[in-house]
């Protein structure tokens, strides 16, 4: 009986074949910290007086959430981690320099390795073949000064498409929208959910990071494509060609589920507030009136995501009484932006360009919503208050649906100007 790529990946960790529903310890390769939560780890490590890093060159500490801080409790935090750093020799991704997921991706992470992190999108990392998931603060803390975990060794869904491309306004966001609204938002609870067969197999990277980003959010442990020619060229464009392994499910793997979607009968999807899964095809929905478009994070932040928003926003203005904001992933994202111009028009368009990192996101600061406001943002998560106002509305949507909707000031169908 054949091994599913979790199965592989963790088999290869312990030394031996584990399979679904066994309880496992092993070696971690990266462990990721970000001001949010990370302090906590910090602070058990101090309680257990473990204030170590087994392997500190491979511990990545990310300023992201609050960048820069707003208040001086925030920045407390931000000391803390910097000083922790100091004593064991752990990276610091300081303010401005990148989302933790994006520069994990650009930088660090390969196929066939183990990453934790005390952030529950660590899970992107499953897009370049990384058994990547969040854990709650105490289990990073001790990964950190051990360099193991334990594993309860998840099931998987085999998730396969009917289909050769994306039909006309759809992309990568919209697939893994519509996936999370077809089995809900606890329905692959910590299953590993398996990215399978030809269209996913001509993915690229970009659009792997995006969906693998969002596993979490239909409950999952990991969402994982396999190691291929994809994998290989995106490590060789970030200098890491070295560190390329092949690696898939056995052909012979047991799925717990398989799912099917049907690319040419996708549309533009829009997740309604107040839950991801609460999802709707665009032409299902009546228009809305909206406040403010966000672009950006760690789902739709990178280079290919402003590329397109600048098509759309290209000699258009933004609507009267409409804030967009607009945040690349990484330094290297900015830079490149800015070399092709593409900074220029979200300028010309009358866009805010806000530093590399969470920004709007995560409500802290850069965005917050008044009460009774609605956003259309590019972001994960819609909850109740997580754009920092439990009195505002969030909406989710791609990189191109969230361009044209703050020119026509209402969720509008991008199909209409493509």
Same mark, same amino acid.
């Given at each position: ?40 780890? #910090? ?72 990453? #934790? ?302």
């Amino acid at each position: 009986m054949g091994l599913t790529l979790a199965e592989k990946i963790l088999s290869h960790k312990t030394g031996k074949n584990v399979k679904a529903g066994e309880i496992i310890v092993c070696e971690v390769d990266w462990v990721l910290m970000q001001d949010g939560t990370g302090p906590l780890a #910090v602070r058990q490590l101090e309680k257990l007086k473990m204030v170590k890093a087994r392997t500190p060159d491979h511990v990545v500490l990310f300023l992201d959430h609050a960048a820069p801080s707003p208040k001086k409790e925030l920045s407390n935090d931000h000391k803390t981690l910097r000083e922790f750093a100091s004593k064991t020799g752990a990276i610091v991704v300081d303010v401005g320099q990148g989302i933790s997921h994006q520069i994990m991706a650009e930088k660090y992470i390969n196929p066939g390795e183990v990453l #934790v992190g005390s952030d529950s999108h660590t899970c992107t990392g499953g897009g370049l073949s990384v058994f990547a998931t969040g854990m709650g603060s105490t289990d990073v803390a001790i990964a950190i000064a051990t360099g193991k975990t334990w594993f309860r060794v998840p099931e998987s869904f085999k998730i396969t498409a009917k289909g050769h491309r994306f039909p006309k306004g759809v992309y990568a966001k919209d697939l893994i929208l519509h996936l999370i609204g077809k089995i809900t938002a606890d329905g692959a609870t910590y299953k590993a959910l398996e990215f399978n067969g030809n269209f996913f197999n001509n993915m690229n990277i970009v659009d792997r990071l995006t969906i693998s980003n969002m596993a979490v959010e239909a409950g999952a442990k990991v969402g994982l494509f396999p190691s291929d020619k994809m994998t290989k060229k995106y490590l060789k464009s970030h200098k890491r060609a070295d560190h390329f392994k092949e690696l898939s499910a056995d052909p012979d793997a047991v799925y717990e589920k398989e799912v099917e979607i049907d690319i040419d009968a996708l549309k533009p999807v829009i997740s309604k507030p107040h839950t991801v899964d609460n999802t709707v095809f665009i032409d299902e929905l009546e228009e809305t009136k909206i406040d403010q478009v966000f672009i950006g994070t760690c789902t739709n932040g990178r280079i290919e995501d402003l590329r397109t928003a600048a098509v759309i926003l290209r000699k258009h203005s933004i609507a009267k009484g409409i804030r967009c904001l607009i945040s690349p992933a990484s330094p290297s994202i900015y830079k490149q932006a800015l070399l092709e111009g593409l900074i220029q028009t979200f300028i010309d368009s009358g866009c805010v360009i806000l530093p590399p990192g969470c920004a709007a996101c995560v409500g802290v600061h850069q965005g917050i919503l008044g009460d009774g406001e609605v956003c259309l943002s590019t972001q994960n998560r819609n909850f109740k208050g997580r754009m920092g106002n439990p009195n505002s509305s969030i909406f989710i949507s791609s990189p191109a649906t969230a361009a044209y909707s703050a020119i026509k000031g209402k969720i509008s169908d991008v199909r209409e100007i493509l």
